[in-house]
């Protein structure tokens, strides 16, 4: 797909989603625009868009869920389950997965747009976001007691490069 149509493509969904989020708790919208600025980035580099994914986002509202209640910040769960270990107990198996963090203490208005931007921001982030073999991702948001928002994206998926 040309690169102008993967980007109107992108805003296409950005306005579904817009709609969509009215009814939608501030958390669900916050997850809901981390995959549109996610899938625009991929549009950029001309990859197809990732789909969202119901069993995705529970793996990941589970982590940020954890690491809010806990209060940490890291892949590695005090428990020892990260993201793979989840994805395989909801699949039971995985070819490729990967798992992008981020925190801000924003409001819910701008929460997201800081996430997506750290992530492009950083070079093993953007790599998960462009991996070729991904083609399912979920979202996480979740606020903590002290204010802080604590995301989680989960990327999954088998696809040839």
């Known amino acids: 797909m040309p690169r102008a149509a993967l980007i109107a493509l992108a805003g296409a969904l950005l306005a579904a989603f817009a709609a969509f989020a009215a009814a939608c708790t ?31 986002v529970h793996v990941a509202r589970e982590r940020s869920a954890d690491m809010a209640q806990n209060h940490y910040f890291s892949h590695f769960p005090p428990d020892g389950c990260n993201y793979a270990c989840l994805i395989d107990r909801d699949r039971g198996f995985h070819e490729y997965a990967g798992e992008n963090l981020a925190w801000n203490n924003a409001g819910w208005d701008d929460t997201a747009a800081i996430a997506v931007q750290m992530w492009r921001d950083s070079p093993p982030h953007l790599a998960n976001i462009l991996n070729c073999h991904y083609q399912r991702f979920g979202t996480g948001a979740v606020r903590a007691d002290d204010g802080v928002i604590y995301y989680t994206m989960v990327f999954e998926g088998d696809a040839a490069c």
């Open 26 to 56: 501030p958390a669900e919208v916050a997850e809901v625009q981390t995959y549109a600025g996610v899938n625009a980035i991929r549009a950029e580099y001309g990859l197809p868009p990732l789909a969202a994914d119901a069993e995705l």
